[in-house]
């Protein structure tokens, strides 16, 4: 399981002559947690297009963004982890050169634009971001824009005269509101003064794209929902052209992420729906007709590109997921819908030991539930708590569920109040109140769970990670229905949190909890680490050394608390994790533990993993 986790990510579809072929980068955990990145040609050869111990990710933002570009004729642009520089990998080259100076500088969201020997992207030096064109053969690096605080989404239009981007400010995150600006792209490259053409404060454009010199289409969300617009340059009303309660955008998290890619023949190839059913469909903008292609898939991931082949047939590059199967990399023809997978098969355990999900709203809650194997009558339970918290876990095969489901633990994931594919509306549910709706959201699924006669209420418990694991401890000290909690790489204390974490993030609570010092008693009064005397249950914590979003100080000082007021604990530190598990050691170990850990708490025996040990009074 610890090779086959984790999926691909930034696909693109590129046209050559004998056919559309593919790239996509990988998670490699046997390979010490490296992103390769992969070129399927279209014969259906695949080959690494990245040499071994170079590393497809940046930090821009810490979580990073797109990383990379097939160039034309086969070459690569990359950011490289170990430095953070950008190189250039082919031509005459047979190993990767540098291209950006040495120093503190991060490069993301990678954009070739057409018909220029240059990259365009988001620098990132200390807090200061702006857009840069670096070019290929290694020159001086030139700042086309300085604007906002954040920045994505580079475009230039089709006759090169302008450029098109998306940008915010604090304190807003990107879910909250952001704007399409556009300015005109002066002969020396560089942009002059720009005009909105859509979003503001209280929306959110998530992705644009040029249509034509005067427009461009924009998944933004003024009806409450991520729609596709087409927004014109000279300001005038933008044109709804997917008025549904279905989401085709969703939160930026990672600059680079892409909703739909515009076809040669003008349609849209678009990801949408909600955080229950992500599809993959085809959108005509002159008919506002939109056909479902994502076949047997219940999860379509951020990340879709377009090509067409020599005979005229359009191919959508995708990542796709069933209950049943991890997420590939799909070639979807946009005619017939035929599909045809581009990634290397991964090893799978029997079907049998694959539990189906199910769909499920409890109370005004939406959950994903996953029975354990040979499940008969109440029995024990995990809730699964996502991360961001401004994001969601979606219905597809996940073999960390599977592994407690094939060992006799049901799994509830909780898509809480505050989760995104569901709208802006039941977004916002969290909005100063994360600590509260959050926990009360989970506390209502257990309880659901145990009045469906599904779980046994003396053994439920809670895990999560980062905001996920707030939530997990949360959740201990202020409730009293879970029986313990498995918190990895998590926030324990909202202000001390706020004041040690990385710039994308620092003002993250002031709509999550509230402006400080303003409402600095809900802080207090929120806070696991001041709380945890109150704790129902023991704890097991996970922590990454080298985690820049979240200190291991926050694991440390937690346990410490517990530890002083009698509560059970464990904690547990990897060297060379940040914020996630990327090697296969600290995936195998992570999963053991907790496993043992459920043991513990649930009288349960778990043969063929390590004991764990408990510290603090039983």
């Not at 914590?541 to 517990?562: C, K, N, P, W, Y």
């Amino acid at each position: 399981m610890a090779r086959t986790d984790g999926g691909p990510q930034w696909v693109e579809a590129v046209a050559t002559p004998s056919g559309v072929e593919v790239w996509w980068d990988e998670p490699r955990p046997h390979e010490g947690g490296r992103r390769c990145v992969v070129r399927r040609l279209p014969d259906g050869s695949r080959t690494d297009a990245l040499p071994p111990g170079w590393n497809a990710r940046n930090r821009v933002i810490e979580y990073g963004g797109r990383s990379w570009r097939p160039l034309p004729g086969g070459g690569l642009v990359f950011t490289n982890w170990s430095d953070q520089r950008l190189y250039r990998l082919g031509g005459t080259a047979e190993t990767p050169v540098p291209i950006t100076p040495e120093g503190p500088s991060r490069y993301a969201d990678l954009y070739l634009p057409p018909g220029r020997d240059e990259v365009w992207a988001v620098r990132e030096t200390d807090t200061v971001r702006d857009l840069v064109a670096v070019p290929l053969d290694g020159g001086p690096v030139r700042v086309i824009v300085k604007a906002h605080h954040f920045l994505m989404n580079p475009r230039i239009s089709p006759d090169g005269r302008h450029v098109a981007w998306i940008g915010w400010d604090h304190p807003n995150m990107p879910w909250d509101g952001t704007e399409l600006c556009v300015a005109p792209l002066g002969a020396d490259g560089t942009a002059g003064a720009h005009r909105v053409v859509a979003g503001g404060p209280e929306e959110s454009v998530a992705q644009a794209e040029w249509r034509d010199a005067a427009t461009l289409y924009a998944a933004t969300d003024p009806t409450g929902w991520w729609n596709i617009h087409l927004v014109s340059v000279d300001g005038s009303p933008g044109v709804n052209l997917t008025p549904m309660e279905q989401e085709f955008g969703g939160a930026a998290w990672k600059p680079g992420l892409s909703y739909f890619a515009i076809a040669d023949d003008g349609r849209l190839a678009v990801v949408y729906g909600t955080a229950d059913l992500r599809r993959l469909g085809v959108l005509d903008p002159a008919t506002g007709e939109l056909r479902e292609v994502g076949g047997e898939a219940t999860h379509w991931s951020s990340t879709v590109s377009v090509a067409s082949g020599p005979a005229g047939e359009v191919r959508a590059a995708a990542v796709g997921a069933t209950p049943y199967t991890p997420l590939e990399v799909r070639l979807v023809d946009l005619d017939s819908g035929a599909h045809e997978t581009a990634s290397a098969p991964k090893p799978l355990p029997p079907r049998d030991l694959l539990p189906t999900p199910e769909a499920v709203t409890i109370e005004d809650v939406h959950a994903h539930l996953y029975p354990p194997s040979g499940a008969q009558g109440p029995g024990p339970y995990v809730i699964f708590v996502h991360g961001g918290p401004t994001g969601n876990l979606p219905i597809m095969l996940d073999l960390e569920i599977a592994y407690f489901t094939s060992r006799g633990l049901g799994v509830a994931v909780v898509n809480y109040g505050g989760s995104t594919g569901y709208g802006r509306a039941y977004r916002e549910r969290l909005r100063d109140q994360w600590g509260v709706v959050d926990v009360q959201d989970c506390a209502k699924v257990a309880r659901g769970l145990v009045e469906l006669g599904r779980a046994d209420a003396a053994k439920i418990a809670i895990r999560g990670g980062s905001a996920g694991g707030w939530t997990t401890v949360a959740a201990l000290v202020h409730s009293d229905v879970f029986a313990g909690g498995v918190a990895h790489y998590a926030i324990t204390d909202p202000e001390s949190w706020a004041a040690e974490t990385h710039d994308f993030e620092s003002r993250y609570l002031d709509g999550l909890v509230g402006p400080l010092p303003e409402t600095r008693q809900r802080y207090v009064e929120r806070s696991p680490l001041l709380n945890a005397a109150k704790s129902s249950g023991p704890c097991l914590m996970l922590h990454g050394l080298e985690d820049a979003i979240v200190d291991v100080s926050q694991a440390e000082r937690f346990t410490a608390e517990l530890d002083k007021h009698g509560k059970q604990w464990a904690l547990l530190t990897f060297p060379g994790e940040q914020h996630g598990w990327r090697r296969e050691e600290t995936i195998v170990a992570v999963l053991e533990a907790e496993l043992a850990f459920y043991g513990l708490i649930f009288g349960m025996e778990t043969p063929g993993v390590p004991p764990l040990t408990l510290k603090g009074r039983a």
